[in-house]
């Protein structure tokens, strides 16, 4: 028994300290659970999440873990292009929306909060002669920024293929990491303090601001009063139709009725329009006045149904090209998707994944299901030849070399830039070319956790056998405090000016904070402050145009200063 017991010791050693598959799986999945366990941990209300995968791999790159170097780095690579595609589909839809009024000056706030924590990187590679490549390393640490750190990554390999050296990078990302996370936190609460900021009182003004809002889509009951109206068909105003409000229904003699082109409006009838908020006034000054009945509340024939569209014969096109109305006698009012309320123009080309808000009797709105899909089961299957050509064009995208004057190598939007940009394209246009990316929002969250937690895992294992070293006896605290800047510095500047100047709610500014540093853990934080999802409006506003311009600018400090 005791020879059997040793044997089985022996091959249990061997398993963990042997390079094989099986080693590789088993210390991947030890690192990933592991890290996983310990980020749900909160410390004053602070966690890091999977950031904690990181720690877990530096762990067990300490304590004698080696892997084959090629797996290591293809596994690295591999989950950064599922981590960085899978949030281009995500954010892609609202991506071009967010530099609508209101939202691109956020973006530029955001943006300025970049250029300043770049601006502080290289003022403190000139000053201390710290090498440019570990202060981008830092940088992304101090900015929460892991595609980032992967871009930069990829750019020294470029530089390494060329001749060039560089440095472990990921050790200073390591430990710029842990303040970047609490130094956001601790800017929102100096703000709150030095402005003394009541919470209620911000949140009632945040959402009197969202009621106020002048892009969303309203709706009103307006009773025809105005003579130059009575007699006309609806195609008579079309042209007054600011913006593309619609017509959805008529009240005519007491009777709730769908419209069309040639349906003909008259004296003390009611209609209900939806239109943007701004341009309501306008159109009851056409038509009339305000009427004090509700159609939508008037028993009738017509119904109101949100549809979901399923059928490929339909992503893509638009609603003109449907001609809803016209067949069926259903006018579509409004269109959800990626948790945006849009007014549905003619022009408006829906996607797989969207949701139709369609008016009319119940038999007619049965035959526009029938006709978008409306079927769930049909979502649940993967497209996993548009994502594949999605990953492919994004690597070749980001494999093609840029050559721009005054840095020594050729850039290149690598394997985070490429498929991200590849991604946000194809997600808003890929209706054009027949490919449609659809995946379902919890599909989508495990591709990407499963892609950053790979990833973190693999600079974690390259970083751990010099980590510790470097923390105690090396530059390790030296770091911690260059990245202590390059994250308080920026949002500083940036909370400050956008309470001071452009008088921004304190909701607001913690999500720009929190989007500018593309940090979740922050705006978790903001969220439990608010006690609602107010700061996300402003986070999922940034956070798109921030991760393309922290990846590009990662790579340009990198080529640049080499």
């Given amino acids: 028994m005791p020879v059997l017991i040793t044997k089985n010791m022996e091959w249990f050693k061997s398993l963990l300290w042997s390079e094989s598959v099986a080693q590789t799986m088993l210390v991947y999945s030890l690192i990933i659970a592991v890290g996983v366990a310990l980020g749900k941990i909160k410390i004053f209300k602070i966690s890091l999440g999977i950031t904690f995968v990181l720690f877990a791999g530096i762990a067990a790159g300490h304590f004698g873990f080696h892997l084959n170097p090629k797996v290591v780095d293809f596994l690295r690579d591999f989950g950064l292009i599922i981590f960085v595609f899978f949030i281009g589909l995500q954010v892609g839809p609202s991506f071009f929306s967010s530099f609508m009024k209101g939202g691109l000056t956020m973006n530029l706030l955001a943006l300025g909060v970049v250029f300043l924590g770049a601006t502080t990187a290289v003022v403190i590679h000139f000053i201390t002669g710290t090498s440019m490549s570990m202060m981008v390393g830092i940088m992304s640490g101090a900015v929460t920024n892991t595609p980032g750190l992967g871009a930069a990554q990829q750019a020294l390999k470029q530089a390494a293929d060329a001749g060039t050296a560089g440095p472990d990078i990921g050790l200073g990302y390591a430990v710029a990491y842990p303040f970047g996370v609490i130094g956001i936190i601790f800017t929102m609460l100096l703000i709150r303090k030095v402005f003394n900021i009541e919470v209620e009182k911000e949140q009632a003004n945040f959402e009197k601001q969202m009621v106020q809002s002048e892009t969303l889509p309203e709706k009103v009951n307006i009773l025809i009063t105005n003579p130059a109206v009575f007699g006309c068909t609806i195609a008579d105003f079309q042209h007054h139709f600011v913006n593309d409000a619609i017509i959805t229904r008529v009240m005519h003699d007491g009777e709730v009725s769908a419209i069309n082109a040639e349906t003909i409006l008259h004296e003390n009838d009611t209609i209900l329009l939806v239109a943007n908020r701004r341009d309501v006034f306008i159109l009851i000054k056409l038509f009339g006045k305000i009427s004090s009945l509700d159609l939508e509340g008037v028993p009738g024939k017509l119904i109101s149904k949100q549809i979901l569209v399923t059928s490929h014969k339909v992503s893509g096109k638009s609603l003109s090209a449907l001609n809803l109305r016209a067949k069926y006698g259903v006018s579509v009012t409004r269109i959800y998707r990626a948790g945006m309320d849009l007014i549905a123009t003619p022009n408006f080309h829906i996607q797989k994944g969207d949701k139709v808000v369609a008016v009319g009797d119940e038999k007619a709105i049965e035959s526009v299901s029938n006709l978008l899909g409306n079927s769930i089961k049909r979502l649940d299957q993967p497209n996993l030849i548009p994502i594949f050509i999605g990953i492919l064009l994004g690597v070749i995208l980001g494999s093609i070399p840029i050559v721009i004057s005054g840095i020594p190598t050729p850039v290149k939007l690598g394997l985070a830039g490429g498929p991200l940009i590849v991604a946000i394209l194809i997600s808003k246009f890929g209706y054009r070319i ?75 500014i913690c999500g720009l904070l929190s989007g500018s540093m593309t940090d979740p853990p922050a705006l978790a934080f903001a969220n439990s402050i608010a006690q609602s999802e107010a700061p996300a409006v402003t986070y999922a506003t940034v956070y798109p145009m921030v991760m393309f311009a922290r990846i590009i600018a990662a790579q340009l400090l990198v080529l640049f200063f080499l």
């Fill in 434 to 508: 027949n490919l449609s990316t659809y995946t379902t929002p919890s599909s989508n969250l495990i591709m990407r956790e499963t892609g950053i937690v790979l990833f973190l895992a693999s600079v974690g294992l390259k970083s751990g056998e010099k980590f510790i070293d470097i923390l105690v006896s090396g530059d390790g605290l030296t770091w911690m405090l260059y990245g202590a800047m390059i994250t308080v510095l920026p949002i500083l500047i940036i909370g400050f000016i956008s309470k001071i100047f452009l008088k921004r709610n304190f909701f607001e």
